[in-house]
């Protein structure tokens, strides 16, 4: 496994409990549509993404999903219900295949509590995802259709890459809008020569362009990022 994959498991095995952690970590495929954890279902894991995607979303009685949160390769799922037992608010789905390091959680909880330093890089984490919820919240509140798109676009680009098997359905569902919308702002994109779109996959062509189409809010999660997680490395 590569650890430098993702740079939280990364600080948390250089924080000097390598030997209480080491040999309780296994790697485990994540597969597209995979649930790990349904709302008000405990958490029996706490995943630490090494490629792929997950979403946190939130169902509606009428079927419809909205998503409200991504993790990938820099962070990790379940870690604060590992550290105080609760249950999950969302569905945590596997939005992009991908792998994981998985811990189990009454493990984390174990060495967290003996070390600070690991309870505090959990916590800054937490702190980043709960920053992200918000502003997701404000971003589909107020920014157009297709800043949304470039928003969550270059926030797959993080986590994924330049290609992005991504459907218009799953795009509908991070922006909370139909999917005739999705289809008309991925046109412009694709016109202005930002990004090259066939079904069910997206690739991205012109990040800096791409940047400046999307709105303020993918700016605002990179600094949200540093100040709260990176900081701790």
């Not at 924080?15 to 994540?30: C, F, R, S």
């Not at 009428?62 to 999950?88: C, F, K, N, P, Y």
């Amino acid at each position: 496994m590569n650890r430098g994959s993702n740079p939280l498991l990364a600080s948390v095995l250089a924080a000097g409990t390598q030997p209480g952690l080491e040999g309780h970590i296994k790697v485990v495929e994540l597969r597209q549509g995979q649930i790990l954890a349904e709302p008000l279902e405990k958490m029996g894991r706490v995943y630490f993404p090494i490629s792929g995607a997950v979403s946190f979303s939130v169902p509606l009685q009428d079927g419809h999903l909205v998503q409200t949160g991504l993790i990938g390769r820099e962070g990790a799922v379940g870690a604060l219900q590992a550290l105080d037992g609760r249950v999950s608010p969302n569905r945590i789905i596997v939005q992009v295949r991908g792998e994981a390091a998985v811990v189990e959680a009454e493990r984390v909880a174990e060495l967290a509590q003996r070390d600070p330093r690991l309870r505090s890089l959990f916590l800054g984490h937490e702190q980043f995802f709960l920053a992200e919820v918000q502003q997701t919240a404000a971003c589909n509140a107020v920014h157009s259709v297709q800043e949304k798109v470039a928003r969550w676009m270059l926030r797959l680009n993080d986590l994924i890459g330049t290609d992005v098997p991504l459907t218009q359905e799953m795009l509908s569902e991070m922006i909370a809008v139909r999917r005739t919308s999705v289809t008309g702002a991925a046109a412009a994109l694709q016109r202005d020569g930002l990004i090259s779109y066939k079904r069910g996959h997206i690739r991205i062509v012109d990040i800096g362009g791409l940047k400046r189409a999307s709105c303020e809010c993918y700016g605002a999660v990179r600094d949200h990022y540093d100040r709260l997680v990176r900081h701790h490395d």
